[in-house]
């Protein structure tokens, strides 16, 4: 038994250490312990050895210590995390493995698959250096190891809090009840720096926690992966394809190499789930969020500027401006602004910045900041833009935001009368919002941050006829650009600004 202890540590102290194979690298040696050591039921009832498959290959090779997945249905992802879990499990002493389903059959089934890791080892093993002192109540306890690994459920209180998580799997997170970010928080903390955490799901609309940590990883620092449906190699039917094939269908075909029996399988599935289709068996990591609500904005015209906006030119102050298009001297430029109250868990403020002749979208700033602290950094980028018009909403923390600016000197703020910024109330919201409608659908080209084609995706029409983002979502973007797209049709026909002047501000952080 002693032999067996040492030689798991002292595979447990290599796990990510890469094999050879030929002339290049191979698998890892938790991956080699993966195929060598556990066994997992087939869908037709046959037991054989995990040998990962193309989801599960490409996540071992990409995956970080914190991971956030996005993945159609069935493509194997948990059942890979599970085994990645148990092999650190019973190979490094002192760990603990929690993971968390979304409800008491799913925590079941999961169980059942780490149970059947431990079942198939070799008899020597499991009546030496992995006894189990307990294995019920979806708990194996290796007391020779001093290592646990627990299955629950997101709504079991007492799943890992007040304890050191060594490696830490929230499963269908989009799909957990009561107050999930809460949940989320506690668990996470309780996971040190050289923890590994996995939040993973299948999309299930456009809004709440989920959602927001997919939009926010590289805010968070957590590594996205996207699997779509047709890493599951039993995603195909046959007799094969009939009939022509769509655009749609063939674009599929010649981005991602799909056959026709693979096309086939995906047009039973939209004829049987419908619209649901695209968010249980995803394509991309944007249209499978589906909105809860009718949405406001064309989404064809949305998937069309999405595939054309690309990445920034530049960024700016640790990723709170995007640059697509510089100045231009001689161009003249609007700032539509969406202020926030400033705190960290609240609304973001924004400022989109277009181009006043052709209202092309140049750059975006997105973040958190204090009424005093955004009017410096539009100043910043009003002078970077041509000393370009500033439109602040002045509803709420505006007026704040347009005070700093008076007090500054910034002189080309936009006015109605002798009030400055413009006003959002319920008799202008509505045109503003079908003006920028209008402009997605006559030219989507002109857009060009993800972030705004995101919002405008979960921007929806209400029973009540109002209009706005879904629960748990932002628009702060949308109505940024709604205000520059209208000040500009307000403007229209007026004369030039005044030439630019020199303003004393604080130098853009690039």
């Not at 250490?17 to 195929?35: H, K, Q, Y």
């Not at 990962?52 to 995390?81: F, H, W």
């Not at 056959?259 to 249980?280: D, F, N, P, Y």
């Amino acid at each position: 038994m002693t032999d067996d202890l040492l030689v798991l540590q002292r595979l447990g102290s290599a796990l990510d250490a890469r094999t050879t194979a030929g002339s290049g690298p191979g698998p890892s040696v938790r991956d080699l312990l993966i195929e060598t050591l556990l066994k997992i039921r087939t869908k037709d009832r046959g037991l054989v050895s995990l040998m990962p498959n193309r989801a599960q290959r490409e996540y071992s090779a990409q995956c970080d210590r914190r991971n956030i997945v996005l993945k159609a249905r069935q493509v194997g992802i948990t059942t890979y995390i599970a085994a990645r879990f148990f092999v650190r499990t019973i190979t490094q002493p002192g760990t603990l493995t929690v993971q968390l389903a979304h409800d008491q059959e799913s925590a079941e089934d999961i169980f059942r698959i780490v149970h059947r890791f431990w079942e198939n080892l070799p008899e020597r093993l499991k009546k030496g250096a992995l006894y189990t002192s307990r294995s019920n109540v979806r708990q194996l306890v290796f007391p020779r190891l001093d290592s646990e690994y627990r299955v629950a459920t997101a709504a079991d209180s007492s799943a890992g809090r007040g304890t050191t998580i060594h490696n830490l799997h929230c499963s269908e997170v989009a799909r957990w009840p009561g107050d999930v970010e809460e949940t989320m928080t506690s668990l996470r903390a309780a996971v040190p720096r050289s923890g590994e955490v996995v939040i993973e799901s299948t999309p299930n609309g456009a809004g709440g926690t989920f959602y927001e940590e997919w939009r926010r990883a590289d805010e968070t620092g957590y590594r996205r992966h996207f699997f779509p449906w047709w890493y599951e190699d039993e995603y195909q039917v046959q007799p094969k394809l009939e009939g022509q094939l769509t655009p749609e269908e063939e674009q599929l075909i010649a981005q991602h190499g799909l056959t026709s029996a693979q096309i086939a399988w995906r047009r039973i599935k939209r004829a049987q789930l419908r619209g649901l289709a695209v968010q249980e068996y995803a394509e991309d990591a944007v249209s499978c969020f589906r909105t809860s609500g009718e949405c406001v904005f064309d989404l064809e015209a949305i998937d069309q500027a999405l595939q054309g906006c690309g990445e920034p030119l530049e960024s700016r102050d640790n990723g709170r401006v995007s640059v697509w298009f510089p100045p231009q001297p001689g161009k003249e430029y609007i700032l539509g602004v969406d202020p926030a109250g400033g705190g960290s868990e609240g609304d973001y403020s924004c400022a989109e910045v277009i181009e006043r002749g052709t209202g092309l979208q140049c750059a975006e700033l997105h973040g958190h900041f204090p009424p005093g602290e955004l009017a410096r950094k539009l100043i910043d980028l009003g002078n970077l833009y041509e000393h370009g018009l500033l439109v602040v909403e002045r509803n709420n923390h505006g007026y704040g935001v347009l005070a700093h600016l008076e007090i500054a000197g910034y002189s080309n703020v936009y006015f109605v009368g002798k009030q400055a910024g413009w006003l959002t109330s319920a008799v202008s919201r509505p045109p503003m919002i079908e003006n920028l409608t209008a402009a997605l659908v006559a030219d989507p080209a002109l857009f060009r941050s993800p972030r705004l084609l995101g919002e405008c995706r979960t921007f929806v029409r209400q029973a009540d006829g109002s209009t706005g983002a879904t629960a748990g979502t932002h628009d702060d973007c949308v109505m940024a650009m709604a205000i520059a797209l209208a000040a500009r049709s307000a403007v229209a026909g007026k004369p030039p600004v005044a030439p630019r002047l020199q303003l004393a501000s604080l130098p853009v952080t690039r």
